[in-house]
């Protein structure tokens, strides 16, 4: 299925036009104006999978000052009339296309900062969560998913490692450290002022590791990543993310104030192997979708630093899961209730 549409606008000096090269194919419409003295606005209508190729070609140009992506709802006339025109369509989809590094960028570098809308999402998603799981109510803790601001820190986080971005690495891992810290101190306290009922479905069911834990923080983190390269708005998917990181961390937190140092354990190890996955899966896909960074020297850190990042996740990963085989016998990695 083709993707969005997107208008690029290109500020250059020089009247003559932009040398697109390969790219020029891919552009639906072209069209300029006058920009000022010696310099003219080049404003392009592409798909959103062609867009990261044009960007690059006319990075390199002396003469470009400005690159604007914006997304476009409507085209008159049809995209189907200017594809057919221009002789698009005879160039085969790609089977997963993706929009721009620079979009991706952007519109995940916005939606994880420490805010205020950040932090009543945060305190409102544990509240929900505490309370759905103290009344074994699975409806509420879903709820308190839909809320959870969990996915955009972490798909950062996987986003700066394909994209070797060390100031966006540091910055998703301060925002997941709050919103994760944030989550489990405020379930501290729930803990230590209510009683809580380690036998409680929603919440025994959070104290063990199976293949199955482990199948969905996967599956969660490549949808998630695959979701924000297709620039799909989609709650699934953050319910998805939510359900792995979100519950595991307030039921580490619940037990641990109430006394079960145990149950807080076995918790908090889910959580870290949901994180794990999560983070493995996500830079994998991305790597996989081909997202690299723009610079050639970057490009060279990335061929080391991505299989590294995802070495270091599966051993975590193998780490935390034979820990609590070990602990609570390994058969408790098929069957979440045979570790008693």
Known sequence: MPMALRQLDIVATGE???????????????????????????????RAEHVEGVVERVHDLERVQVVVTRALESCL??????EEDDEVKDEPEPLFARVS????????????????PFIVLVVASTIVAAVGLAMDNTAVVIGAMVIAPLVGPNLL???????VDWRLGVRAALVNGAGSGGAFLLSLLVGLVMSVNPEVGEI????????????????AGTAG???????????????????????????SGMLLG???????????????VNLVCVNLAAVATFALLGLKPRLWQDRQDAAWVVPTAVGIWVALLLTFVSLMAW???????????AGG
């Not at 986080?157 to 994209?163: E, G, K, N």
């Not at 602990?327 to 209730?337: D, F, M, Q, S």
């Open 204 to 219: 025994a069911i959070r104290t063990q590791v199976s293949l199955a834990d482990v199948a969905l923080a996967l599956a």
């Open 258 to 272: 109430s006394g079960d140092v145990d149950g807080a354990a076995g918790a908090g190890l889910l959580f870290a």
């Open 101 to 116: 590094r620079e979009e991706l960028r952007e519109r995940m570098d916005k939606d994880s900062a420490i805010d205020g």
């Open 157 to 163: 986080l996987a986003l700066s490692t394909a994209l």
């Open 225 to 251: 990543a695959l979701s924000v390269t297709r620039a799909v708005d989609s709650a699934l998917i953050g319910v998805m993310v939510a359900a792995a990181l979100l519950p595991p961390v307030v039921v």
């Open 77 to 82: 006339p049809d995209v189907d009339e200017l």
């Open 327 to 337: 602990l609570r016998g390994w058969a408790i990695l098929i069957w979440p209730g």
């Open 16 to 46: 003559d036009d932009l040398d697109l090269g390969e790219h020029e194919d891919r552009v639906l419409h072209h069209w300029h104006v006058a920009a000022g003295d010696d310099a003219r606005l080049h404003s392009l209508i592409l």
